[in-house]
Each structure stands twice: as structure tokens, then as C-alpha cells.
T-cell receptor
Framework: NAGVTQTPKFQVLKTGQSMTLQCAQD?????MYWYRQDPGMGLRLIYY???????DKGEVPNGYNVSRLNKREFSLRLESAAPSQTSVYFC?????????????FGEGSRLTVL | GENVEQHPSTLSVQEGDSAVIKCTYS??????FPWYKQELGKGPQLIID?????GEKKDQRIAVTLNKTAKHFSLHITETQPEDSAVYFC???????????FGTGTRLKVLA
């Protein structure tokens, strides 16, 4: 039982390159989230998916796209990476709405954009 | 927009002393307040949470208090131990929504 699995764990990109961060959960959860963590700024929500087939913008969606491929998988794509997207990215899942269950996080993906 | 302020950003305490971290939220519709602990190189993990119909909740050495009128909630850790050293995040969310808004984090160092 792996919980929330993120790949890759580390990635270095050049400005303008594209990449996709993958997240998979085996907890049978409905809701999935992508956060970024920057020093002094905490965890900021990029996109979330309340359930399979739906996605919504969070606080900082610009420069990102997401796909909820199925109930288990939620990917985050950077189409043209910029240095400002250097960050640690966390995927998280929960069973449903706020207050219905714990938010479980993956171990993070550290992205550097040169 | 919705905002959660968290203080202090860093906190150093001697082993055995208490630590207090405070958060203030802006959205009066928030009614669920979890606290997360993040160890180095790991994802955050829930340590305690409180709902708006409760003023205080305890779990061994950890307690959380909530003042809905003032929109404040706090994490209290007593008898701190070196393994309590980590980054702590508060968060706020409202029933009927999917969004959790996180504070900026507090780096707690427990000095042996």
C-alpha cells in the first residue's frame, strides 16, 4: 500500500522545456490536489480535482495544466518552464470535501528550472 | 481573498519547554482547521485537527485551541522533544468546499 506516489522525485529543466509531474494514489480517494512549496510562502494550491472528470484552478494556476486521467491519477504539466516555477511540488488526496477526511501528501517532486 | 497568517516563522525552544504556534484566518466560512508536520525531505502529515464546534482538542502532548470570534487558532506542544523539530503548517477550510488554505509554516527547532 504505497499511498500517494509522485514521479519524478527530482528534475532539472532548461527555460522553455516542458514536462509532466505524475501522481498516483491507491487510497480510492475522490479528490486530488497539486501544491507548490516555496521558502517563506508555505503551500500554495495550483489546481485540484474534486472528483474524476473535474478540475479547478487554485491560487496559482498560471503556467500549469492538469489532467485527471482516472480516479487514481492526476498529472501536472508545465508547457514552457520558467525559473519562477523552481519549487517543490506536492500531490495530495482526500476522500471528499474539506472536513470529511485527512489530506494525504506524497513525498514531493523537486523541480529546478535553469 | 482567503488568507491564513502563521507566526512565528521560526521558533527555537529548549527540550522540555513548550512551543506555541499561532494562526489567523480571514474567511469566516472556515470551519475546519488541521495542523500538519513536515519532516525534512517528506510530505506534510496531519497531526491534529479541530472543527468549529469545539474550542480545544488534545492528543497527548499536542493541543489545539480555536477562537472563532477572533478567527485565531493555535498549536501547543508541551514537553518538547528533539523529534518534534520540523516545519509545522496550519490550514483552514470550509465545509462544502474542496480547498484548504495553508499558512506559511513555522520551523520549530528543539534544542537538546
Amino acid at each position: 500500500n504505497a499511498g500517494v506516489t509522485q514521479t519524478p522525485k527530482f528534475q532539472v529543466l532548461k527555460t522553455g522545456q516542458s514536462m509532466t509531474l505524475q501522481c498516483a494514489q491507491d487510497m480510492n480517494h475522490n479528490s486530488m490536489y497539486w501544491y507548490r512549496q516555496d521558502p517563506g510562502m508555505g503551500l500554495r494550491l495550483i489546481y485540484y480535482s474534486a472528483s474524476e472528470g473535474t478540475t479547478d484552478k487554485g491560487e496559482v494556476p498560471n503556467g500549469y495544466n492538469v489532467s485527471r486521467l482516472n480516479k487514481r491519477e492526476f498529472s501536472l504539466r508545465l508547457e514552457s518552464a520558467a525559473p519562477s516555477q523552481t519549487s517543490v511540488y506536492f500531490c495530495a488526496t482526500t476522500s471528499g470535501m474539506v472536513n470529511t477526511g485527512e489530506l494525504f501528501f506524497g513525498e514531493g517532486s523537486r523541480l529546478t528550472v535553469l | 481573498g482567503e488568507n491564513v497568517e502563521q507566526h512565528p516563522s521560526t521558533l527555537s525552544v529548549q527540550e522540555g519547554d513548550s512551543a506555541v504556534i499561532k494562526c489567523t484566518y480571514s474567511d469566516s466560512a472556515s470551519n475546519y482547521f488541521p495542523w500538519y508536520k513536515q519532516e525534512l525531505g517528506k510530505g506534510p502529515q496531519l497531526i491534529i485537527d479541530i472543527r468549529s464546534n469545539v474550542g480545544e482538542k488534545k492528543d497527548q502532548r499536542i493541543a489545539v485551541t480555536l477562537n472563532k470570534t477572533a478567527k485565531h487558532f493555535s498549536l501547543h506542544i508541551t514537553e518538547t522533544q528533539p523529534e518534534d523539530s520540523a516545519v509545522y503548517f496550519c490550514a483552514a477550510g470550509g465545509s462544502g468546499t474542496y480547498k484548504y488554505i495553508f499558512g506559511t509554516g513555522t520551523r520549530l527547532k528543539v534544542l537538546a
